[in-house]
């Protein structure tokens, strides 16, 4: 298979622009670019399917769906293999969303990270009033949170589970005893971290004798994360919640020079929680998503809805007739100037929104129903003209206040996203997180710890008004996370369930996704690889390596402010085909779908 575009790493461009009307640049991509596969085909199978982010996480999946599991058997499964194979992105000491379809409803299971008791909103900030650098709020204990992917999945697993809980963590066991090759991907993310050789378990673990990371094919065990794999299997979530390994987190982020204020109460107590999802109607189909603490389900239902609006006053606009060009690029396809420039001050208008209104609803009043009404979205629709708007303003839903100050933080979330199609027809949709590339350089009995408290705003309050995604004690920071489920609006049958790894810019790449599956009817695998675009309420931004110059120039004629850069999706899709399912996996990672 040709590997193309090298690694780009540091080289990345950022935007000059700021960030939601700050005097920032935008933030690099939570995970360094490594390459993008040419030449994938979509996964056909007519009983189940999985896909996830590494080939060995795969493989475990499929191996519970043969043994008769359900999706969410899959999942759990996979995501044990990611802990021990993708550590930085995702795995145990981190959070998670999952949206799961029984057949009859959509449900969300949030396993977000919650900040300690003892935490004040000046969390991160400094004697002079202010805000901490990303990299010192991010390396040590400061910002972890409590760690709820265990929870939710056990939760999940205790409505739909088929399989023993313990058999579900066999795969990983196996992997960490005997070892696997590291990856290519692996290799390169460890070999463009400066902070592994800083941290003495990690470089023990990532780096060789002589301090440099290890070569590609080398065997890497990890028996301490089998021996905790090991205990969480025969006695539950409880085995990391409390006792040593409870014990084990709390020293490591507590004594660390950057301390943090976890605590042992602060792991007994948390719980993870089945919301509501957020829904909504896009032309002809029901898409379904998570609500917050995630902006993933209400943004994309923004964008998209925007989107029709805008089609029912000019049909030009429509999607579905701007049709992808071909190009010379490794990808084949890009989307051509017009749809780009609607996708992406669609965009603007809901990152503007995202920034005003979405935080943890449990502490603070959010406004879903009104920010995705359509007769919302309809006005928010007449702001996008034949030029850029540049930066857009939240808008005012009825009856809403504008009581808090915008959340001007420019977050990162290192990511992994897994799908998984049953038997039984159940399916979900799954992404998780620790954060930044390798959390928060914590490792403890085998696992990183997240860094998620920095998805909060650094700054609690802007001219005597409060930002609703500030830290307070117990809350769950704000996400940009977006597992998605696709319903058709005539039948109620499943379509799709995709989602992304990408930091703040995975609603894009969702966005993206998902109109390339709907609107132009592409294939998992054309709509993963097609060409990233999109704009978090800045600069646009196209995808370095992939963007033809004839795209940018008329984006730039349209007074676009086009910033070429790595864009590190990592999305997972499965769709309905025929009777069976068709499945795609991003090439920008290593992930694959396998089905029988």
């Not at 976890?262 to 007994?268: G, T």
Request: glycine share 10%; hydrophobic share 45%; with cysteine.
């Amino acid at each position: 298979m040709k590997r193309s575009m090298p690694l780009m790493g540091a080289l990345c461009l950022l935007a000059a622009s700021g960030w939601a009307g700050a005097d920032q640049v935008l933030p690099a991509p939570p995970e360094l670019a490594s390459g993008y596969r040419s030449g994938l085909q979509p996964v056909h199978a007519s009983r189940h399917m999985v896909a996830a982010a590494n080939p060995l996480a795969s493989e475990a999946g499929r191996a519970m769906l043969r043994a008769g599991g359900s999706a969410i058997d899959a999942a759990i499964a996979m995501q044990m293999v990611l802990t021990l194979v993708e550590p930085q992105s995702s795995g145990i000491g981190g959070g998670a969303f999952i949206l799961y379809w029984d057949g009859q409803r959509v449900q969300a299971f949030d396993g977000r990270e919650a900040a300690p008791a003892e935490v004040t909103e000046n969390l991160f900030m400094q004697a002079d009033g202010s805000a901490l650098a990303f990299r010192a709020a991010q390396i040590g204990g400061r910002a972890v949170g409590v760690p709820g992917v265990l929870r939710a999945l056990k939760l999940a697993h205790e409505q739909h589970g088929k399989l023993p809980w313990r058999e579900l963590f066999a795969p990983a066991i196996a992997l960490a005893r005997n070892g696997f090759p590291v990856s290519e991907r692996l290799h390169s993310l460890v070999a463009g971290d400066p902070f592994i050789a800083r941290t003495p378990a990690m470089a023990r673990y990532f780096l060789d004798e002589h301090g440099k990371p290890l070569p590609v094919g080398t065997r890497l065990r990890n028996p301490e994360l089998a021996h905790t794999f090991e205990q969480i299997a025969a006695q539950g979530p409880e085995a990391f919640y409390r006792g040593a390994i409870a014990e084990a987190i709390v020293s490591e982020v507590r004594g660390h020079a950057n301390p943090g204020y976890l605590s042992l109460q602060d792991l007994q107590h948390y719980q993870a929680k089945v919301r509501e999802p957020v829904c909504g109607p896009y032309k002809a189909w029901r898409i379904c998503g998570m609500p917050p603490p995630s902006s993933g389900g209400v943004m994309v239902l923004q964008t998209l809805g925007i989107l029709e609006a805008l089609q029912r006053t000019s049909p030009q606009r429509d999607l579905a007739t701007l049709r992808p060009l071909r190009t010379s690029s490794v990808a084949g396809l890009e989307a051509p100037p017009l749809a780009v420039h609607l996708v992406a001050e669609a965009e603007r208008l809901a990152y503007a929104d995202r920034a005003q209104y979405l935080a943890d609803s449990d502490y603070v009043p959010v406004p879903v129903k009104a920010l995705t009404d359509p007769a919302y979205l309809a006005r928010r629709a007449t702001l996008v003209g034949q030029y850029s708007m540049k930066r857009a303003d939240a808008g005012q839903p009825q009856g809403v206040d504008l009581a808090q100050a915008p959340d001007r933080s420019p977050p990162r979330i290192s990511t992994s996203h897994l799908a998984a199609v049953d038997d039984r027809g159940q399916a979900l949709a799954m992404t998780t997180s620790v954060e930044a590339a390798f959390g928060a350089h914590l490792m403890v009995k085998g696992f990183v710890l997240n860094n998620q408290l920095t998805d909060f705003s650094f700054i609690p309050s802007e001219h005597g008004k409060p930002v609703a995604n500030r830290v307070q004690p117990g809350k769950r920071p704000l996400s940009a996370m977006a597992p998605t489920l696709v319903f058709s609006r005539a039948s109620g049958e499943l379509v799709v369930s995709l989602g992304s790894a990408g930091g703040s810019q995975i609603i894009g790449y969702v966005n993206k996704a998902l109109i390339g599956l709907l609107d132009w009817q592409l294939d998992p695998q054309q709509a993963a690889g097609l060409p990233n675009f999109g704009s978090r309420n800045a600069g646009t931004e196209v995808e370095a390596g992939l963007a033809s110059p004839a795209l940018i120039r008329q984006l730039a004629a349209w007074g676009h402010e086009v910033t070429p850069m790595t864009m590190t999706s990592g999305t997972q899709i499965i769709q309905r085909s025929g009777e069976g399912w068709s499945g795609g996996a991003d090439p920008r990672r290593e992930g694959t779908a396998l089905g029988d």
